[in-house]
């Protein structure tokens, strides 16, 4: 039953980061929105998400994992009510960013309940293996459900679907979620979050207004500059910091620093195409809110099924060759898509689909479980914040980039074709970072769990 609470959480705000995807045409009809201000409502979102996630680890480790996942599923419930009321642009983003800022608080404190729930490692991988199978039927299954609630109900529906999800994962935690004791710290690191924050921020506004502004423009110019700066001012200031947010050792090993940079590769390919997939299929091929969702049903059935294979498999033989298989797989579904026109038969459509979701959702429970099993277990929500952070930065690049595209490729059809193949070597990428990263030889604790994991 904790492990179902924990999910809970997980699912709702990975969902929200894809469910509004086949409601964007709504959204931008009702509230007069450009494709770039549609941009800002997917990534008003991932970006506050993404930005926030080390402090969310962070404060979970200092204050309590089971705290601080309470405040943000609570926060998260709010904010999605204020999303579905929201009568102006500018009140939908506000409300986006209020999510961001409570999904930061609940992703890293999930995984670091789920470490605390369970001290056999092999049950943990298992574990693991489950939330992410969650995560992904979520991401997948997120254009599915909000084509349909966009269609049947209207695009506000999308957002007042957490609140009976939030209520069940908030009772769920209070009854059955043992809060592990805070690890004692020195303090807080304001300036490392401040740093990050700006950073974020500033490479996430350059990328997506660089499309619309042009790439030399100084505002554009102006953001790149101060994500440079912030970057490296960010990592100077951790590496003085007694107690930092973000603890430079975590990155000394290679498995932790290559499972960082395979979150973001998948990300980057596979919402960076989702975002346009949705679009494709609504503008190009004049499909339904309702319709688009349903074409998307490929992903979330095989990502879940993929996950679900993928944690047990972990469990066995260790991360490696899961995640070799998994990004090559996924960099076929997503190279083979270039081939798509106004006028494909959707039947050829489904099989790099289900190579995308099959890649996505293989991979990212091995990276995750790579990425927690390489911290000390006292710095488990700090790493899942990092590994997430990682994730949700790539997918804020991937949407900026492959949005902007549109507006400098020739439309939205060439624009996809060239982002899909840009995410295919982006995941080719993730697979060579792979067989250089992970070690080759199964870990120690899988080995000797093996007998527990096959039970």
């Known amino acids: 039953m904790p492990l179902v609470a924990l999910c809970l959480g997980f699912f709702m705000i990975m969902m929200d980061a894809t469910v509004v995807n086949t409601a964007l045409p709504a959204i931008g009809a009702d509230l007069s929105?450009?494709?770039?201000?549609?941009?800002?409502?997917?990534?008003?979102?991932?970006?506050?998400?993404?930005?926030?996630?080390?402090?969310?680890?962070?404060?979970?480790?200092?204050?309590?994992?089971?705290?601080?996942?309470?405040?943000?599923?609570?926060?998260f419930t709010l904010a999605s009510a204020g999303c579905g009321l929201a009568g102006t642009l500018a009140e939908l983003d506000v409300a986006r960013v209020a999510q961001g800022v409570g999904a930061a608080l609940v992703l890293p404190t999930s995984l670091a309940l789920i470490n605390a729930s369970y001290p056999d490692r092999a049950r943990r991988v298992r574990a693991i293996g489950t939330w992410g199978g969650f995560g992904g039927v979520a991401a997948g299954l997120g254009p599915v459900v909000g084509g349909m609630l966009t269609t049947l109900v209207g695009w506000s529906a999308v957002f007042y679907v957490n609140a009976p999800i939030g209520v069940v994962a908030v009772v769920l935690t209070l009854r059955h979620v043992v809060a592990p004791p805070p690890r004692q710290r020195s303090g807080l690191d304001p300036l490392g979050q401040a740093l990050a924050v700006v950073t974020v921020a500033a490479l996430a506004f350059g990328l997506i207004e660089g499309g619309a502004r042009g790439w030399g423009s100084t505002p554009v110019s102006l953001a790149f500059a101060v994500a440079v700066g912030g970057g490296s001012a960010f990592a100077l200031a951790e590496r003085r910091h007694p107690d930092p947010m973000l603890p430079p050792a975590l990155f000394r090993g290679r498995e932790f620093s290559g499972a960082i940079a395979i979150g973001a590769a998948i990300n980057v390919g596979f919402y960076g195409q989702l975002f346009l997939l949705s679009l494709y299929f609504q503008h190009v091929r004049h499909f339904s809110p309702l319709l688009a969702g349903l074409a998307l049903l490929p992903l979330p059935a095989i990502t879940s099924l993929a996950s679900a294979i993928a944690g047990r498999q972990n469990a066995r033989h260790g991360p490696r060759g899961i995640m070799l298989t998994g990004l090559s797989v996924g960099a076929l579904g997503l190279v083979a898509m270039a081939v798509c026109t106004a006028t494909t038969p959707y039947s050829l459509l489904v099989w790099p689909l289900l190579a995308i979701g099959f890649g996505t959702g293989y991979t990212m429970p091995a990276a995750t479980a790579a990425a927690i099993e390489a911290a000390p277990d006292e710095q488990a929500g700090t790493a899942s914040g990092a590994f997430n952070a990682s994730r949700q930065l790539g997918s804020t690049i991937g949407v900026a980039v492959f949005g902007a595209l549109v507006s400098g490729t020739g439309g939205l059809l060439a624009a996809y074709h060239v982002s899909v193949v840009v995410g295919g070597l982006v995941f080719a990428a993730g697979a060579v970072v792979a067989w250089c990263a992970v070690p080759r030889r199964q870990p120690d604790w899988a080995r000797g769990d093996t007998a527990s994991a096959s039970r």
Do not use: E
């Open 33 to 75: 929105a450009s494709v770039s201000d549609l941009q800002w409502v997917v990534d008003g979102y991932t970006l506050v998400f993404a930005c926030l996630l080390l402090s969310g680890g962070s404060l979970g480790d200092r204050l309590g994992a089971r705290r601080i996942f309470l405040t943000g599923l609570t926060l």
